[in-house]
């Protein structure tokens, strides 16, 4: 497979987590995880730590992955409409948000009759000790814009040019997708993919880049907007990110990309809602994004069933 020449921004950035006054970062005993299914698509190169967890702002965040998983959230079947999304969180492919940018998103999925699928995939490595790994976060730069009000900003990372992991991950998670279609109730014609910061990031990377997955929409959220070259067979995109973001600087690169190549694409900048929201913060104008979203995939037919019941 040969890659489009296309360099993303925010597939190296740090997300759902705060970089302001006390986003202390916790210890945090491994959850159960009963229902993750492994993918099968090996380990990570030059990493000696185990996978290990921590909190920050409440919402706990994984590690160190080495063993990708794929986790369903199936809706009540009297509600379910077949289409499906899977869930990429965000965390720079250092760790992963998995509570407000994975499980907390999934399970609202879910209660809207849509069948939601959250990928845990291969992380870059990170120092085992978490307190080595609290000094090598406080050595980032910090973002240009205020953060002094615990709007979820955090700063960017390095770029890390190689996603050859997560990409496999993405493929592996499509293909059980489909192998198990029946047994989920999925509609494999009405598959998409959302993810948040870095997880926007692997979305747009297994768009532009993958020649096994066939995505019916995609939803980058609060991910990087640089000009892309379009595939042919495109999916439409619904993307949103908030005005105060730092990885917002007033270019629509990639909007106009989808624009001009004719391909469906609705965009909601918002005024407010920093970085990291998730589903959202409460005073913030971005806290309706899902609302947006779930209102989104009705008037594009992607929720066929629920709109004709």
């Known amino acids: 497979m040969v890659a489009r020449s296309i360099f993303w921004t925010f597939l190296f950035v ?20 009963p229902n993750a299914i492994p993918l099968g698509t090996g380990g ?13 702002w409440g919402d706990p965040m994984a590690r160190n992955i080495t063993t990708a998983t794929l986790t ?9 409409t077949g289409t499906t999304v899977i869930v990429a969180p965000g965390g720079g492919f250092r760790w992963l948000s998995m509570g407000n940018e994975g499980w907390e998103v999934a399970e609202a999925l879910a209660k809207q009759g849509i ?3 959250v990928l845990k995939y291969r992380l870059h490595p990170t120092p085992e000790s978490l307190d080595e790994f609290r000094t090598s976060m406080e050595r980032l730069p910090m973002p ?12 960017p990372q390095r770029p890390r040019s190689n996603l050859t992991n997560q990409l496999e991950d993405a493929e ?33 990377h297994s768009t532009l880049n993958s020649e096994t ?60 809602g920093g970085h990291g929201f998730g589903l959202g913060n409460p005073d913030r104008t971005s806290n309706r994004w899902f609302d947006a979203f779930i209102h989104w995939l009705e008037v594009n037919k992607f929720l066929k069933v629920a709109s004709e019941e």
Do not use: C
């Open 14 to 33: 740090f997300t759902a987590t705060s970089w302001a006054q006390d986003g202390t970062i916790y210890p945090l005993e491994a959850p159960d995880e």
């Open 72 to 80: 369903p959230f199936l809706p009540d079947p009297e509600k379910a």
């Open 144 to 155: 240009p814009n205020d953060a002094s009000d615990n709007e979820q900003n955090t700063p």
């Open 44 to 56: 990570v190169e030059d990493q000696p730590a185990e996978e290990t967890w921590f909190r920050q």
């Open 172 to 204: 592996a998670a499509y293909a059980l997708i489909v192998e198990r279609a029946e047994e989920w109730g999925v509609d494999t014609t009405n598959i998409g993919m959302i993810g948040f910061s870095a997880g926007a990031g692997l979305t747009m």
């Open 213 to 272: 997955m066939d995505l019916a929409f995609i939803g980058p959220i609060y991910g990087g907007l640089n000009a892309v070259e379009v595939p042919e067979n495109a999916p439409p995109m619904f993307n949103v990110i908030a005005a105060d973001d730092f990885l917002f600087h007033g270019e629509f690169g990639l909007i106009e990309s989808w624009h001009k190549a004719g391909v469906p694409v609705e965009f909601h900048l918002y005024q407010n």
């Open 115 to 117: 069948t939601a699928f």
